[in-house]
């Protein structure tokens, strides 16, 4: 028989046996039973800001597929199911964080396409330093575990790969909100992480939703294309990285010291060139119209060369994950945009 715990009052005795308890009161002429509810320890709560963007959204169902209560946050693609909520409004961030009070916050939501930033640098930095700043501010309040996710363009390019201690050093406006945004994390709540993550692709809405599935609309080309064959990537499954989000996110519960910078990157190093004829040999298509263009062309922003991320840290710890093959990976994202749609039953049965 499970051991039991006794506690007795004047008015009152408490019992605990097996997680449930059996209190019991006593008042003259009577004495009565009441079975409190199983303690059944809660899961764990996660908040996912950019729920509706490419990695949100495979944050979200990582999460979820283990088991956690997961609250999903949008903005102008928010659906049911999803709370709307624009983050560059104070008032809002700090009411819904107050409601939710979640023990943990992955925060996918930012501007990330480098073009928009530069046309519209300051409501990209609202989004990407300013609305990170009040929700680490909010996050501290309530003691929730701030997951920050951040990028490769913090560092330039010119001498990789780089560690987490590195100094960054973005080309760009993108890159230097994301540093921002890193900076306000850690400075408003000091207990958050961050994880910097290489360019990604997954189950997109739409090819155009990641540059890595644009490409394919360049493998369908007729036409002669070119593509950079100079600036080194190393495209990441957005299904990876969440998968590394929820493994941070499960260890911190237990570990405190699990907090600070943090790398994680796919290890193919490819061109947008070699991409486009990794997808092109995938699905049996011609690549001789690809051309793969060397020289550096007059480009109004600066992005780095090879921003190679050293992931040593999460991996000493345990953390990583084996990144999916780019092949497999990508084939998998884009068959449900190949014109017959048997094609996928036709090769892998
Ligand atoms: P994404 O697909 O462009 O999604 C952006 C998300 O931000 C959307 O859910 C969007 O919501 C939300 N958002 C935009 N404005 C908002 C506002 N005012 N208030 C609240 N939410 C707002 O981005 P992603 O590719 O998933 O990127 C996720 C994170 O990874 C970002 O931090 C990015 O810097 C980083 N990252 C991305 C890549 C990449 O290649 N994609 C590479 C390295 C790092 P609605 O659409 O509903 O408005």
Redesign the pocket.
């Known amino acids: 028989m499970p051991g039991f715990e006794l506690t007795v009052s004047e008015t009152e005795a408490e019992m605990s046996c097996a997680g449930a308890e059996l209190r019991i009161i006593f008042s003259p002429g009577r004495v009565q039973l009441v079975q409190e509810e199983e303690m059944v320890p809660a899961a764990p709560s996660v908040l996912v800001?950019?729920?509706?963007?490419?990695?949100?959204r495979a944050v979200l169902r990582e999460f979820q597929s283990s088991g956690w209560l997961v609250s999903g946050?949008?903005?102008?693609?928010?659906r049911p199911h999803l709370l709307r909520?624009?983050?560059?409004d104070e008032d809002a961030v700090r009411a819904a964080m107050q409601q939710l009070k979640p023990d943990v916050v992955v925060?996918?939501?930012?501007?990330?396409?480098p073009d928009v930033m530069e046309r519209n640098t300051e409501a990209a930095v609202n989004?990407?330093v300013h609305?990170t700043s009040t929700l680490a501010k909010e996050a501290a309040a309530c003691g929730a575990f701030l997951l920050y996710?951040?990028?490769?363009?913090v560092f330039d390019g010119r001498n990789p790969p780089y560690g987490e201690d590195d100094a960054p050093s973005p080309l760009n406006a993108?890159g230097r909100s994301?540093v921002e945004g890193e900076r306000e994390t850690l400075r408003h709540c000091p207990g958050a992480a961050v994880l910097?993550?290489?360019?990604?692709?997954g189950e997109v809405e739409s090819v155009t939703?990641?540059?890595?599935t644009s490409l394919w609309l360049d493998v369908q080309n007729v036409s002669e294309v070119s593509l950079d064959h100079r600036l080194q990537r190393f495209p990441t499954d957005?299904r990876d990285v969440a998968a590394v989000c929820r493994k941070l996110a499960q260890r911190q519960r237990q570990d405190p010291s699990i907090k600070g910078i943090f790398h994680f990157s796919a290890k193919e190093q490819m061109t947008k060139y070699e991409m486009a004829v990794a997808m092109a040999t995938a699905f049996n298509l011609p690549s001789n119209h690809l051309i793969p263009l060397t020289e550096q062309l007059p480009a109004a922003i600066l992005r780095p060369i090879n921003s190679q991320l050293n992931c040593c840290r999460l991996e000493l710890l345990n953390l990583s994950v084996e990144p999916r093959a780019f092949t497999s990976a990508i084939t998998d994202c884009l068959w449900p945009f190949t014109p017959d749609k048997r094609w996928r039953q036709t090769v892998f049965h």
């Open positions: 800001t950019g729920a509706t963007g490419l990695l949100g946050m949008g903005y102008r693609r928010a909520c624009d983050l560059t925060h996918c939501a930012a501007e990330r396409r989004l990407n609305a996710i951040s990028t490769d363009y993108y994301k910097r993550v290489p360019v990604l692709f939703e990641s540059v890595v957005a």
